[in-house]
Structure formats: structure tokens, C-alpha cells
């Protein structure tokens, strides 16, 4: 934030441990960080990214440490309550079914989102609040062209757009975002950033977006994060944080 209100942080991690047996991916990290901040975070395979934002949604447990959203200690609370109280992660397309359209995915996440389960059984079309949520998320994230296409026959990029559209129909408060543009051509990398990023910023939402294109980040975030084994090593603007000697050495090979 740049003036420093009294205002709490929305989340804070203090001392986050997470080790497998030799392997340290989260080694004693802290972290704060407040409503409408966006962190892109970067580092090498298997530097701790992946392991840091499932600590956070309650996938995995630390060995040591605490993590509170709005003060409040949440550590041992699981991943499910978790999401209600706004700490979202996208699902890496697990939740994405293929045998089912654009429309059908999102409203089947914004039926969680409420509280009730899908069921074919349903008169789901009565449903008319969750229809036009459904609705005005397709158009949010530009799926308009693509409302009523099954995913099976639509492109990776697609996918990931869909996977973040029903992130947002969880209404988080703070959201990870696991390599939102793997595998993806070049033209649709901007196009998927661009689209999160103008949400993220529409709804004021605090957010980390693990992100292994270096041009991307350079681009578009204003605040980085680089982990290194299991800890922090810079924090900044791009600009500075890719300035530094040591920022460069470990992320070598990766594009920068
Ligand atoms: N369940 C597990 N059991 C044992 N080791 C694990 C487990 N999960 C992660 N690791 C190890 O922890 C380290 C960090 O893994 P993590 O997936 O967090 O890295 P990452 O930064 O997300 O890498 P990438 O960029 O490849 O996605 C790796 O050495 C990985 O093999
Ligand atoms: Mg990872």
C-alpha cells in the first residue's frame, strides 16, 4: 500500500517450515501481504513455489510456523474453509471437465461457490442468480464466443481462462495462481495475464501468481517475488529485483 494506513494485512505468514526429509521447499519463510497487492513470484523448478501456495490453501500442512488471514490464526484450518474464507488457488485444470461446456464448468463453480452441489436432477435453469453470475464471468473473462462449446474441443489457453473464471466465482479475497500461462503460445500468454491481472485489479483482490515467463513479469507486475531452496532472496520491482547479481545467478537458463 502506498500510505501506510492502520489497516491489517489480509494474510501473514510467520516463519512458514515445510521440509521432506532433506528437501527444505519452504524454509522458515514469512510473508504479509495486504488486500489489492499483487506478488508474482519466480524461481527456479523446484525452488518451494507450489509448496508455499499449498501451505497457504491448507493442502498441506507446515511443520512449524503460522499463517493468518485477517489476523486471525488459520494454520490448522482445512483447505475447503479456507476457499469460503476467500484464500483461492486455481485448480491446475483438475476441476475442469472436459466432457462439459464453457457455461456447465463455471456454473457448476459458482453452485460450490454457494453452497449447493450440481445435480442433474435439479431444475438448475430456476436457478436464475447463479445463471446470470455464470454469465457475467463468461463475459468478465471474454468466454462469450465460447459459452456453450465443449472444453474437450477448445484450446489449453482456454482452459487456463476457465480454471481462473471459477476461481473468481469463489469471491476470494486473495488469490494463488499456479502458472497461469504453462503451455501456452505466446500471443495467449498476454491475453491470460492480461485478463487476471484486469480482474484482480476490478476487485481489489490480493493475489500471488507463480509465473515462470520473465518478460511477462517484467511487463506487467509491479511487485516480485524470487524464491530460492526454500526462502526469499529479493522482494521489489521487477526492475531491481532483476538487477541484482544474485537474482540473476539462480534464474539463469530460465529466459531472463
Ligand atoms: N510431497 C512431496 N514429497 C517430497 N518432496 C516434495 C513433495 N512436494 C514437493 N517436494 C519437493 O520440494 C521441492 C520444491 O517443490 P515445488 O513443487 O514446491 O517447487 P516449484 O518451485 O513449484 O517448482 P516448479 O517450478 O517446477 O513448479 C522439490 O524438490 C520437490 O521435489
Ligand atoms: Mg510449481
Redesign the pocket.
Known amino acids: 500500500m502506498s500510505n501506510n494506513e492502520q489497516k491489517p494485512f489480509l494474510i501473514t505468514a510467520d516463519k512458514l517450515r515445510k521440509y ?2 532433506e ?1 527444505k ?1 519452504v524454509n522458515d519463510i514469512s510473508l504479509e501481504i495486504a488486500q489489492g497487492q499483487v506478488l508474482t513470484l519466480v ?10 501456495l499449498n501451505l497457504l490453501t491448507g493442502l ?1 500442512m507446515p511443520d512449524r510456523g503460522e499463517i493468518r488471514l485477517l489476523g486471525e490464526k488459520i494454520t490448522g484450518v482445512p483447505p475447503d474453509q479456507r476457499a469460503k474464507r476467500g484464500i483461492v488457488k486455481t485448480f491446475q485444470l483438475e476441476h475442469v471437465f472436459d466432457e462439459m461446456t464453457v457455461f456447465d464448468n463455471i456454473r457448476t463453480a459458482c453452485f460450490s461457490a454457494a453452497g449447493k452441489h450440481y445435480s442433474l436432477f435439479k431444475a438448475l435453469d430456476d436457478e436464475k442468480e447463479i445463471n446470470e453470475r455464470t454469465d457475467q464471468l463468461i463475459e468478465l473473462f471474454d468466454l462469450a464466443g465460447v459459452k456453450h462449446a465443449f472444453v474437450k474441443n477448445l484450446g489449453h489457453g482456454y482452459k487456463k481462462v476457465i480454471d481462473i473464471a471459477m476461481c473468481f466465482a469463489m469471491k476470494p479475497k486473495i488469490l494463488l495462481v ?2 497461469p500461462t504453462s503451455g501456452v503460445g505466446e500471443e495467449e500468454k498476454y491475453k491470460i495475464m492480461d485478463l487476471l491481472m484486469n480482474q484482480i485489479e476490478a476487485n481489489n483482490l490480493a493475489a500471488i501468481i ?1 509465473e ?1 515467463d520473465l518478460h511477462l513479469v517484467k511487463e506487467l507486475s509491479k511487485e516480485t517475488v524470487v ?1 530460492c531452496d526454500g526462502e526469499f532472496i529479493a522482494r521489489g520491482t521487477p526492475e531491481h529485483v532483476f538487477s541484482q547479481e544474485k537474482v540473476v545467478e539462480v534464474l539463469v537458463g530460465k529466459g531472463f
Open positions: 521432506y526429509g528437501v521447499p524461481g527456479a523448478n523446484g525452488a518451494g513455489k507450489t509448496t508455499l498441506i499456479d502458472e507463480v515462470h524464491m
